[in-house]
């Protein structure tokens, strides 16, 4: 290129660079272009990798060299792309060969360079990176209108470079948001925006349609029922029963039979024929909540009912046919139960077609707020009362606590503050109560735990009758007979 005219030389670089909002097609048209000015051998453009970090600076694109040569030129003692990057100045070196510095050097790469210029991508008084380039023992050195040229054009490219990071970067906070928007639109009942919450939503949305089975795994209060129904409602089956069924609490027997129904007389207490829960989500979604706990026996009879569609109620011989989707959850590793022989292998794989894990509160720290806004809105409308909203302590204390029993846990908390409170804002010391929890004494008759139960409850509130009525959903004419009763005068 022609260097008697730098401006037009300039002005045609600066239109051929700006006409691509790509970072990595532009870097190339920078290098192409510098090395075409420059009438240059080879080179590379470094970027600070990350803006927090001085020292990390990566090779963005390169031409005739390879990543070796490239690390014993950037690495090398007396290197000049160091240099320009410690002084922030476009600086030429001479040639290596009549040069001390490099004379011991054992690097025959550093010792073939005849002439080297290097300049930094300064933008105002930040550094982004460098451009570098040489000429070997062939050609003429670089000379001083050489160092002008390229110092304009490193404030031109410098530019460039971080409007098009810029714009990428904005790009892609869009394409995100647009993203979140039309996942959060599928699911106004679920709050979240954080990137394990939108993965969840990915995969609900992807397979609600289907009749594959799907376990949901997570810590108790992740949100694992909210996700199933959500599962059913997103499905063909949203008009037909979405039955949960808690898998936890039942001896084996009962839950067989609350399962696939009963002939009457089958055992005592089965007065008549029953249907059981399988039979009525007939074309709909069973959710089996906490499968972990169901006994061998039943696994086998549940493997039935997933493979062939096809159930007995207790006490009778028919087979029965049902169409059901089938849901499960479960915070136990459902593997290791298997490994242990507590869970059939075969059942897992049917139950575990899709898997879904619910992320914990705590990997979801973004998502902390927007839950506790949603929870503060809805248990004000529900308490009748107003509040500003929450003081800047409170939201310090809401993030940084741990939620071990994660949103579940969040929504008491906050249904609690909301009746406890009476300023105009939420206070953390509404929230502390739930850390000190009195524990509840055993050993003692009905009457002593309750009078505990009660005696505690107004402490917390501070002595305040009226909230403490209100969480322990009595009456107030109630607990002040009852305080009565124990000798207590009315106080407030
Ligand atoms: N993302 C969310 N948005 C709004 N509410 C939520 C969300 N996740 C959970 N909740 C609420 O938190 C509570 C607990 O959720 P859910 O019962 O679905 O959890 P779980 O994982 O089934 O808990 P467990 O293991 O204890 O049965 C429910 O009141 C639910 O509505
Ligand atoms: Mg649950």
């Known amino acids: 290129m022609n260097l008697k005219n730098p401006f037009e030389t300039l002005l045609e670089i600066s239109e051929k660079i700006n006409s691509t909002h790509e970072i990595p097609v532009l870097l190339d048209r920078i290098m192409d272009s510098a090395m075409q000015v420059m009438d240059a051998e080879r080179g590379f453009i470094l970027l600070k990798k990350n803006v927090n970090d001085a020292s990390d600076y990566e090779v963005v694109t390169a031409r005739n060299l390879s990543n070796e040569t490239i690390t014993q030129i950037r690495e090398h003692s007396s290197s000049v792309v160091r240099k320009v990057l410690e002084s922030r100045e476009s600086l030429i070196s001479i040639n290596a060969q009549e040069d001390d510095r490099f004379a011991g050097s054992e690097s025959i790469v550093i010792q073939q360079i005849h002439s080297v210029i290097c300049t930094p991508l300064v933008l105002t008084d930040q550094l982004l990176g460098a451009i570098y380039m040489d000429r070997r023992i062939s050609k003429e050195k670089f000379n001083e209108e050489n160092l002008q040229f390229i110092k304009a054009f490193s404030r031109l490219a410098v530019h460039t470079i971080h409007n098009t990071q810029i714009l990428t970067s904005l790009q892609n906070e869009n394409k995100k948001l647009k993203q979140q928007i039309a996942l959060q639109d599928l699911f106004p009942e679920i709050i979240g925006k954080s990137d394990p919450m939108m993965q969840v939503f990915e995969v609900v949305k992807s397979v609600a349609a289907s009749t594959a089975s799907v376990l949901i795994e ?3 209060g992740t949100g694992k029922e909210l996700i199933a129904q959500s599962l059913h409602n997103h499905s063909d089956r949203k008009d037909n ?3 949960p069924i808690f898998c936890g609490s039942l001896s084996e027997n009962l839950l067989e039979s609350e399962l696939f129904g009963h002939k009457k007389g089958a055992f005592t207490g089965a007065a008549e024929d029953k249907p059981g829960l399988f039979e009525e989500a007939d074309n709909g979604t069973v959710f089996l909540d906490e499968i972990g706990e169901i006994g061998i026996n039943l696994q086998t009879k ?11 109620r207790v006490g009778e011989n028919k087979m029965r046919n049902v169409n059901v989707r089938i849901i ?7 593997k290791k139960e298997v490994s242990e022989g507590r869970f059939r292998e075969d059942l897992f794989y049917r139950l575990n077609v899709i898997n879904i894990k619910m992320p ?3 990997i979801r720290q973004g998502d902390i707020i927007l839950l506790a806004e949603h929870f503060l809105k809805y248990f004000s409308a529900r308490n009748k009362k107003q509040f500003k ?8 204390y809401l993030q940084e606590y741990d939620w071990p029993g994660n949103v579940r846990e969040l929504e008491n908390t906050i249904e609690r503050a909301v009746i406890l409170s009476n300023e105009n804002e939420i206070i953390p010391e509404t929230f502390q109560l739930n850390l000190h929890e009195p524990k509840m004494p055993v050993g003692k008759t009905l009457k002593e735990i309750n009078k505990f139960a009660i005696m505690q409850t107004i402490e917390m509130t501070g002595g305040n009758r009226t909230r403490a009525a209100q969480i322990l959903d009595v009456s107030r004419r109630w607990l002040q007979y009852q305080l009565k009763e124990w000798g207590m005068v009315d106080e407030n």
């Open 241 to 243: 029963a979405f039955i």
């Open 360 to 362: 914990p509160l705590r």
């Open 302 to 312: 549940l493997l039935r009912v997933i493979q062939e569609g096809e159930l007995k």
């Open 218 to 220: 997570g810590e108790s």
């Open 389 to 396: 909203g929450f003081s800047k302590e409170a939201i310090k």
């Open 328 to 334: 499960s959850a479960t915070n136990k590793d459902l």
